[in-house]
T-cell receptor, first 115, second 115 residues
Framework: DGGITQSPKYLFRKEGQNVTLSCEQN?????MYWYRQDPGQGLRLIYY???????QKGDIAEGYSVSREKKESFPLTVTSAQKNPTAFYLC??????????????FGPGTRLTVT | KNQVEQSPQSLIILEGKNCTLQ??????????LRWYKQDTGRGPVSLTI?????NTKSNGRYTATLDADTKQSSLHITASQLSDSASYIC??????????????FGTGTLLAVQP
């Protein structure tokens, strides 16, 4: 898992509540990413950030929000607008804002269950 | 549509045996192709990364091959161990150039190594 930490490992919430997932990295990487993983599907990009105070929507950003106030932190908020929030969430980072040539390092993930 | 397809979906082998996992992609052009190993409930860990001009890359008992003409890649695992039990994910980076690229993830092959 390199120098990326995600907390908590398991998270349970009631429907209608917002919840924030933590992601911290000590690799001094510029870029950070949030993915969602569902059974039988490939990872899907939610949001990414190439630099502090800047972030871009990924393929499935609806119902999610992020912030990037510090280089080492990229928290993800799952809002009540997300229709199917139960999933395994993975945070990743890379040395550059262009992931095509650089390795992406993943955190250990947070499993969110909403009932 | 850019896609990455992996086969088989799942595979069971005996400890000590070899196996080969397949990845077919329709991404064109592409910058590189990666193989990740993901243990259950954990984040993916990189095994190999190959540019479009490379044919093979090894990492211990893992050897990846790439045929850019047929758009196929394989991951060969030699002398399997119980710890090889995991999901193996093929990831292709589209080579659009300039703009931030987005990784395209396959759904993975679930490998179970039995004693």
């Amino acid at each position: 898992d390199g120098g990326i930490t995600q907390s908590p490992k398991y998270l349970f919430r009631k429907e209608g509540q917002n919840v924030t997932l933590s992601c911290e990295q000590n690799l001094n990487h510029d870029a950070m990413y949030w993915y969602r993983q569902d059974p039988g599907q490939g990872l899907r990009l939610i949001y990414y950030s190439q630099i502090v105070n800047d972030f871009q929507k990924g393929d499935i950003a609806e119902g999610y929000s992020v912030s990037r106030e510090k280089k080492e932190s990229f928290p993800l908020t799952v809002t009540s607008a997300q229709k199917n929030p139960t999933a395994f969430y993975l945070c990743a980072s890379s040395p550059s804002g262009t992931p095509s040539s650089y390795e992406q390092y993943f955190g250990p993930g947070t499993r969110l269950t909403v009932t | 549509k850019n896609q990455v397809e992996q086969s088989p979906q799942s595979l069971i082998i005996l400890e000590g045996k070899n196996c080969t996992l397949q990845c077919n992609y329709t991404v064109s052009p592409f910058s590189n192709l990666r193989w990740y190993k993901q243990d259950t409930g954990r984040g993916p860990v990189s095994l190999t990364i190959m540019t479009f001009s490379e044919n093979t890359k090894s990492n211990g008992r893992y050897t990846a091959t790439l045929d850019a003409d047929t758009k196929q890649s394989s991951l060969h695992i030699t002398a399997s161990q119980l710890s090889d039990s995991a999901s193996y994910i093929c990831v292709v980076t589209p080579g659009y150039g300039g703009a931030t690229n987005k990784l395209i993830f396959g759904t993975g092959t679930l490998l179970a190594v039995q004693p």
